[in-house]
C-alpha cells in the first residue's frame, strides 16, 4: 500500500527549542491516515510496521538539521513484531544507510489494543539494550496504563488529548494531570503532554509543571516536511 509521512514537532519550552519531529502516516498526496490504516489487517501488518519505520527514517535523514541531535519518534505495532531482534534488522540497516544515529531514534506505541504484557516488555527492553528510547502514546486512553509502568519506566510518556482537552476551565482534570505529571518525574519518566491546541490549556499545564508539548498549538504536520518554527518558541 504507498504511502507517506507527515511530521509534527515536539516542544521542549523549557529549553525554548524543538527537540524532536513525531512522524504520522499519510496518503502519498498528504491524505489522513485513515484510508492508508483500513488497509491494515494480520496478513500485511508486519510489512506496514516494517514501511513506515523505513520511510520515516528516510525522510528524517534528508528533513532534520545536521548534527544528529533531532529526535525522531516512529509508531511502532508490538502485534507486528514477532522477535525483537530480528525485526529491528531493517530498522539498522535503514538508519546505517542514511546516517540516522540510532540515539535520536524514539518507538512510541499505543496502549489502545490488549497485549501480550510479556511480549510487549520484551520489546521495549530489547529496544532500550540497543540505545532506542521508547515512549507509551496516549497514555490514560489505553489497557495497559499503571501496570505497564510498574514493571518498565519509558523514556516519555505521552499523557493523552483527551485528559488535557478544556483543563483550563475544568478543576477535575487539573488535579489529575497534576498528579500524573508529579508521578512520573518521581518514576524518572519525561512526561509530554499532546493535543494541546490553544494558549489557555498550554498556560495552566506550564503551571502544573509540563515542559514536554505536542499539538497544534505548537505546529501541525507537514506532510514531507518541517514545520514551520512554532511562534510559542519565539514570544
Not at 48 to 69: S, Y
Not at 84 to 102: D, H, M, N, Q
Amino acid at each position: 500500500m504507498p504511502f507517506s509521512m507527515a511530521f509534527q514537532p515536539l516542544i521542549d519550552i523549557a529549553n525554548r527549542r524543538v527537540f524532536g519531529h513525531e512522524a504520522l502516516v499519510r496518503g502519498i498526496q498528504g491524505e489522513g491516515a485513515g484510508g492508508v490504516l483500513s488497509k491494515v489487517d494480520a496478513d500485511n501488518r508486519y510489512y506496514f510496521d516494517q514501511q513506515c519505520r523505513v520511510k520515516a527514517i528516510e525522510l528524517a535523514a534528508r528533513l532534520f538539521p545536521a548534527g544528529g541531535t533531532t529526535q525522531l519518534s516512529i509508531n511502532f505495532l508490538p502485534n507486528a513484531v514477532y522477535e525483537p531482534r530480528a525485526c529491528i534488522r531493517r530498522t539498522l540497516e535503514t538508519a546505517g544507510r542514511v546516517g540516522f544515529p540510532l540515539e535520536a531514534i524514539i518507538f512510541e506505541f499505543t496502549e489502545n489494543e490488549r497485549l501480550d504484557s510479556a511480549h510487549l516488555l520484551k520489546i521495549l527492553k530489547t529496544y532500550k539494550e540497543i540505545g532506542f528510547k521508547t515512549a507509551i502514546d496516549d497514555f490514560g486512553a489505553g489497557y495497559a496504563g499503571l501496570k505497564l509502568l510498574t514493571d518498565f519506566q519509558p523514556d516519555i510518556v505521552k499523557i493523552d488529548m483527551d485528559l488535557l482537552r478544556g483543563i483550563d476551565a475544568d478543576p477535575a482534570r487539573r488535579v489529575i494531570v497534576r498528579n500524573i505529571l508529579r508521578m512520573l518525574d518521581d518514576l524518572g519518566v519525561a512526561a509530554l503532554c499532546e493535543g494541546v491546541e490553544t494558549e489557555a490549556e498550554f498556560a495552566v499545564l506550564t503551571d502544573l509543571g509540563a515542559h514536554l508539548f505536542q499539538g497544534y498549538y505548537f505546529g501541525k504536520p507537514a506532510f514531507e516536511a518541517l514545520a514551520p518554527y512554532p511562534a510559542a518558541l519565539a514570544s
